[in-house]
T-cell receptor, first 115, second 112 residues
Framework: AQSVTQLDSHVSVSEGTPVLLRCNYS??????LFWYVQHPNKGLQLLLK??????LVKGINGFEAEFKKSETSFHLTKPSAHMSDAAEYFC?????????????FGKGTTLSVSS | NAGVMQNPRHLVRRRGQEARLRCSPM?????VYWYRQLPEEGLKFMVY????????ESGMPKERFSAEFPKEGPSILRIQQVVRGDSAAYFC??????????FGPGTRLLVL
């Protein structure tokens, strides 16, 4: 069975400082991993995805994530936070072996950015 | 290429009424997924459909909920005899190849 754990429900940073949102996953097979962002009352936007190619994945808006199989982690980082990054972030896993399977979402991490 | 479209964006129903949520996938996408987001929680999978077929409905409540994706027209998520616990945001996602899913803006259902 697959699952994903977002280790922090809320992260607060100052504008211009680094962002780290932590995620651990559990999967029986080779997983596909994603980060989605949700701004208030909006839909979800795909930030980046990992599908067994390079372990360091670059996404949109300066975000990147590193797949570490030994640690079963897929943490999301950004070198310098911007006010517009304030949103809810979801770490997501799916089973790559079985195409078309549902996405399994973490509970989300709320990122607050102060000036 | 327009994104995934959902309507209505907001829907208010009284207990016992029916709710119909519509989802138009991105052009060329034949895979549609429905998810529900309860307050303060992540999204939970409900159902996965391809044109005219339900592929996986393991996340659908056994009663009152149904989904379809006809040959022509949008996918419909139907909730009969709504109850207050059905209040949530319902998101539709589409995919061209059952890999990356692209989400719509969601329908926020409020049951009074």
């Amino acid at each position: 069975a697959q699952s994903v754990t977002q280790l922090d429900s809320h992260v607060s940073v100052s504008e211009g400082t680094p962002v780290l949102l932590r995620c651990n996953y559990s999967s029986s097979y080779s997983p596909s991993l994603f980060w989605y962002v949700q701004h208030p009352n909006k839909g979800l936007q795909l930030l980046l995805k990992y599908t067994s190619a390079a372990t360091l994945v670059k996404g949109i808006n300066g975000f990147e994530a590193e797949f570490k199989k030994s640690e079963t982690s897929f943490h999301l980082t950004k070198p310098s936070a911007h006010m517009s990054d304030a949103a809810e972030y979801f770490c997501v896993v799916s089973d790559q072996k079985q195409a078309g399977t549902a996405l399994i979402f973490g509970k989300g991490t709320t990122l607050s950015v102060s000036s | 290429n327009a994104g995934v479209m959902q309507n209505p964006r907001h829907l208010v129903r009284r207990r016992g009424q029916e709710a119909r949520l519509r989802c138009s996938p991105m052009k060329g996408h034949s895979h549609v997924y429905w998810y529900r987001q309860l307050p303060e929680e992540g999204l939970k999978f409900m159902v996965y459909l391809q044109k005219e077929n339900i592929i996986d409905e393991s996340g659908m409540p056994k009663e009152r909920f149904s989904a379809e994706f006809p040959k022509e027209g949008p996918s419909i998520l139907r909730i009969q005899q709504v109850v207050r616990g059905d209040s949530a945001a319902y998101f539709c996602a589409s995919s061209p190849n059952s890999e990356t899913q692209y989400f719509g803006p969601g329908t926020r259902l409020l049951v009074l």
